[in-house]
């Protein structure tokens, strides 16, 4: 029976992510997707630059950048009219919101998701993580070991076991693994239903040398997008409300979808050609729920929920994938701590602990720009668009000394708090600037003042690495303790996601401090 430390179910930008965070801390991982390749369509666009930061961690920030829909001078242009060639466009009542790239290295990263999933999938492959396609999972089971899983070749049929010591689900909005395993949803749930479509067709004629990177229509029928597929206006999405009880899927053909473009492009002669939606299929329509729930649990024994199977809500300020993507980080590296035997098992209760809460919170605000209520009169306020991206904060056993508040912070409150992503503050490293985001990534930093003897001792002969940073010696300039609200004699200690975990001016504490956090 093959063997592998983690396995992970489901091929979209959640389950990749996972397996490239995994590889990059060199745990061997085995993904499995039941489709033959990736899916063409873009769905999320854009990923905000805490996401960014996290795959500037393992290598892929560069790569990103220049994939980047439009180029790095993208913006991002939305209008409403009747039709896409109408003489007048609307503004939508859009609110114009910080994305949080003030305090961050990082940008937000305009890159459409097929896009993205290519360049996970490929440097996750380099950095040694198994992927195989038309692969599905038939059926699993654990013990207080593991969990044995029965995977089957969609193309040959054959089927065989294989003995992993933790399951991640990653298996989408519907997730048989979160049916199978029990586990209930909080949330107002299943909104509408759309169809979506990738087409090639010239709408050069009706944009008129105007520019719309999403034009939200009312024809055919209301509540009608195109969103631009590339940059010569020659590619699209086209997407459309409808009643699977009334129009299944299936009644969507190539010719009833090319009339409906021609309808909302206001171009009646117009040639359409629908895309298949993966490469070598016939798959060319897409029906998409739209929902919002949370799962009441994000962990069945080694079983972990990430991304839509854990939770989903509307797209309302594109948060969907970015949690999914954060879910994926915050897992990958306590997993990678585990299984190297660095923590103990109890490290990974922590993940619940700490994204159901930020699920719930982001919910919330999704479904506040929605323009709906997460239930009987709960209305939550519309908080910044950078504090949701973030300023959200942890609660967990792997946190010492958080902040019982639960909002996200603004960010300028972001100065070392246990619970909160540790400042970015650009500073000098042996002669090269970097931000402090970038001593981050795999193992714990303790930073302190040019006073920092003391720690720097205390850190020398713990069970687990940690890094040692002393402003106004390892960093320069020395002002930067100052973001950090550093006192003298005190330490900040920052975990391998860049989140603070502890703060103390004792450095004989350190030891029991990292023991608890860990669950050593």
Request: hydrophobic residues 40%; contains cysteine; glycine residues 10%.
């Amino acid at each position: 029976m093959r063997q592998v430390p983690v396995l992970i179910v489901g091929g979209g930008i959640t389950g990749l992510s996972c397996a490239l965070f995994l590889a990059a801390h060199r745990v061997p991982c085995l993904l499995v997707e039941r489709h033959p390749d990736l899916l063409g369509h873009p769905r999320a666009r854009g990923i905000t630059p805490r996401t960014m930061e996290l795959y500037r961690q393992v290598g892929l920030e560069e790569r990103i950048r220049a994939a980047a829909f439009a180029g790095p001078g993208f913006a991002w242009v939305p209008v409403r009219a009747e039709t896409l060639s109408d003489d007048r466009y609307e503004s939508p009542d859009e609110p114009h919101e910080s994305d949080g790239a003030e305090a961050s290295p990082c940008p937000f990263g305009p890159i459409d998701q097929d896009r993205l999933e290519a360049l996970v999938r490929d440097h996750a492959r380099r950095l040694g993580a198994r992927l195989r396609y038309s692969t599905e999972l038939t059926d699993f089971e654990q013990d207080e070991a593991g969990v044995t899983a029965v995977l089957k070749d969609r193309t040959t049929g054959v089927s065989e076991r294989v003995r992993a010591e933790y399951l991640v689900a990653a298996d989408g909005f519907h997730s048989p693994i979160r049916h199978r395993l029990g586990i209930p949803v909080d949330g107002p749930g299943r909104l509408f239903d759309t169809i979506t479509a990738i087409v090639d067709a010239d709408l050069r004629p009706a944009l008129r040398g105007r520019r719309a990177t999403i034009a939200y229509l009312r024809r055919p029928r209301p509540n009608t997008i195109l969103m631009a597929h590339d940059d010569e206006g020659t590619r699209w999405v086209f997407g459309t409300g409808h009643d699977p009880s009334a129009e299944p899927v299936e009644s969507f053909t190539d010719e009833r979808v090319a009339a409906m473009v021609r309808e909302a492009a206001g171009l009646p002669g117009l040639e359409v050609r629908l895309r298949p939606q993966i490469p070598g299929t016939d798959l060319k329509v897409l029906a998409f729920p739209i929902g919002a729930h949370v799962a009441r649990a994000y962990r069945a024994g080694r079983v972990f929920l990430i991304g839509d199977a854990a939770h989903v809500w509307p797209p309302t300020g594109g948060l969907g994938a970015n949690a999914g993507i954060q879910d994926a980080h915050n897992l990958a590296w306590k997993l990678a701590f585990v299984t190297d035997g660095l923590a103990g098992p109890g490290l990974l209760d922590s993940y619940e602990a700490e994204r159901r809460p930020t699920g719930l919170m982001t919910m919330g605000q999704a479904l506040a720009r929605f323009g709906t209520r997460m239930g009987p009169g709960e209305a939550p306020e519309i908080i910044e668009y950078g504090s949701v991206a973030l300023g959200y904060q942890y609660r967990s056993s792997a946190i010492l000394g958080a902040a019982p508040a639960a909002d996200p912070l603004p960010l300028g409150e972001l100065r070392g708090r246990p619970g909160t992503r540790a400042p970015h503050v650009a500073v000098e490293r042996d002669g090269k600037p970097v931000s402090t985001l970038d001593l981050y990534g795999f193992r714990f930093v303790l930073l302190t003042g040019p006073d920092g003897n003391a720690w720097a001792a205390a850190a020398k002969d713990l069970p687990v690495p940690v890094d040692v940073y002393r402003f106004g010696v390892d960093l320069t300039p020395a002002t930067a303790a100052e973001a950090h609200d550093l006192a003298p004699g005190e330490a900040i200690l920052v975990r391998p996601d860049g989140f603070v975990a502890w703060r103390s001016t004792t450095p004989g504490a350190l030891a029991a401090a990292l023991a608890t956090i860990l669950s050593r």
